[in-house]
Nanobody
Framework: QVQLVESGGRLVQAGGSLRLSCAAS?????MGWFRQAPGKEREFVAE????????YYQDSVKGRFGIFGYSANNTVYLRMNSLKPEDTAIYYC????????????WGQGTQVTVSS
């Protein structure tokens, strides 16, 4: 069982920046961020695969968001720049334990609100 603890969500003005953090209690193959806006389904935002040093992003956040972290202590961050009101959502950290394209564990979520 891997536990994930996120932090960093808050209210920010449009154009501002935030950094979300997530710490996993055990080793992971990769970690990612997802988000769910009110009335919408949860969607993928970004992920990092430790062994390949690879990162992937949803098209709408490319160039604005950056995912990075440290595999040694299973910590991942999401740097969010040029925030827009449409980025408002609950952001969830997730962990993959293997190469299969599915996430095994999820955090409780942290609220990001971007005001216009």
């Amino acid at each position: 069982q891997v536990q994930l603890v996120e932090s960093g969500g808050r209210l920010v003005q449009a154009g501002g920046s935030l950094r979300l953090s997530c710490a996993a209690s055990g080793r992971t193959y990769g970690m990612g961020w997802f988000r769910q806006a009110p009335g919408k389904e949860r969607e993928f935002v970004a992920e990092i695969i430790w062994s390949a040093h690879s990162t992937y992003y949803q098209d709408s956040v490319k160039g604005r968001f950056g995912i990075f972290g440290y595999s040694a202590n299973n910590t991942v961050y999401l740097r969010m720049n040029s925030l827009k009101p449409e980025d408002t959502a609950i952001y969830y950290c997730a962990a993959r334990l293997g190469s299969a394209p599915n996430y095994d564990y999820w955090g409780q979520g942290t609220q990001v609100t971007v005001s216009s």
